[in-house]
């Protein structure tokens, strides 16, 4: 069973994303809504990966968008999920028509309109540039 909440989410999250529109995207989130992804240890130095309202979610989100553009951030996607009425789910693929990209799924939990958890897991391509990033990091610290 398919809600207008979930196609509505599904394409405004990857619009408001794609354009940097952080209270877009916030608009998206309950206020208590958890994010979890390997990226906020990242971007933000901290040991977790799990945040927790928008404060801490809309924070990640600003500091993400200072960051851009990367060219390995192509935003491409088939137009099309997959739902059981609570549960939105998405790829954006390594292979893109214009080269590869950072390979995520997206999975979010959606209640009341609004996105209640949202995890974003990461394909091995965009895993190893995180590894990289943060062994060049380390390396950097004790220079």
Partial sequence: MNSPAIGRIHRQWNDFAKSGDVDGLIGLYSPSAVLETPLIPAI??????????????RHFFEEGTKRRPNELVRWYRADKYFTDGK???????????????VDILEVMEIER?????????WG??????????AVNKAIAAKS
């Fill in 124 to 133: 091995w391509f965009g895993t190893e540039l995180l590894i990289r990033t």
């Fill in 87 to 101: 549960t939105l789910i998405w790829e954006y693929p390594r292979e893109t028509p214009s080269g590869d990209q």
């Fill in 113 to 121: 309109n609004l996105i209640q958890h949202h995890r974003i897991y």
């Fill in 44 to 57: 933000l130095d901290c040991p977790s990966g799990v945040l927790r309202g928008h404060d801490a979610i």
